[in-house]
Nanobody, 124 residues
Framework: QVQLVESGGGSVQAGGSLRLSCTVSGFAYVSVAWFRQAPGSEREGVAAIFTGTVHTNYAAAVTGRFTISEDRGRNTVYLQMNSLKPEDSAMYYC???????????????????WGQGTQVTVSA
């Protein structure tokens, strides 16, 4: 049974940090991505990692502030979020797939497996 379990969300003041975790089980994934969705907005790609490599992708809005990384031994991917802004507030989801979508990593439709989401709230 495929499972993606996120954790680490919470409430923080602007300028603060949070680290999200996504633990994947039940299949041999090749890529993991983080998405976020604020109320009334579309789900948008935040970052992605081609597992077992150094290749990562980031949305322009988070470049330089967020870092995606992995612990292969724990089948866990992390999203370290620093210098958080109120506009980063959203439900954050991790997604995994058996492929790495080089040119379309930020397209939600590319991913077959999703976690349940974890809420991030950043206050001004």
């Amino acid at each position: 049974q495929v499972q993606l379990v996120e954790s680490g969300g919470g409430s923080v003041q602007a300028g603060g940090s949070l680290r999200l975790s996504c633990t994947v089980s039940g299949f041999a994934y090749v890529s993991v991505a983080w998405f976020r969705q604020a109320p009334g907005s579309e789900r948008e790609g935040v970052a992605a990692i081609f597992t077992g490599t150094v290749h990562t992708n980031y949305a322009a809005a988070v470049t330089g502030r967020f870092t995606i990384s992995e612990d292969r031994g724990r089948n866990t991917v992390y999203l370290q979020m620093n210098s958080l802004k109120p506009e980063d507030s959203a439900m954050y989801y991790c997604a995994a797939d058996r492929s790495f979508w080089w040119g379309s990593w930020a397209s939600p439709g590319r991913y077959n497996y999703w976690g349940q989401g974890t809420q991030v709230t950043v206050s001004a």
